[in-house]
Nanobody, 125 residues
Framework: QVQLVESGGGLVQAGGSLRLSCAAS????????MGWFRQAPGKEREFVAA????????YYADSVKGRITISRDKAKNTAYLQMNSLKPEDTAVYYC??????????????????WGQGTQVTVSS
């Protein structure tokens, strides 16, 4: 069992930066792939980024490549999402999620086993 708690969301102007954190509890955290998703009002939950259990590999949605970086600190049981050059269209509730390792990258929300409660990110123009 893995419990996830996100933090770090807030209001930021376009062009600004935020770093989201996802604190995990549970002994098996370090064996899970970690992912970040986001959901804007009236839209489906969409994949943002994922990182392998080791932290050695990452995968990003095309819409965020070059602006967002996913990382994890296994000693702290925490995953991060560093977001730079934020745009109003990045406004959404951001969720972290944990997935058991599988072949290929999981980019669909239903592939993930555990979820946090979400943190709101609002980017003003």
């Amino acid at each position: 069992q893995v419990q996830l708690v996100e933090s770090g969301g807030g209001l930021v102007q376009a062009g600004g930066s935020l770093r989201l954190s996802c604190a995990a509890s549970g002994r098996t955290f370090n064996s899970y792939v970690m992912g970040w998703f986001r959901q804007a009002p009236g839209k489906e939950r969409e994949f943002v980024a994922a990182i392998s259990w080791s932290g050695a590999s990452t995968y990003y949605a095309d819409s965020v490549k070059g602006r967002i970086t996913i990382s994890r600190d296994k000693a702290k049981n925490t995953a991060y999402l560093q977001m730079n050059s934020l745009k109003p269209e990045d406004t959404a509730v951001y969720y972290c999620a944990a997935d058991r390792p599988q072949a290929g990258w999981a980019t669909q929300w239903y592939e993930y086993d555990y979820w946090g409660q979400g943190t709101q990110v609002t980017v003003s123009s």
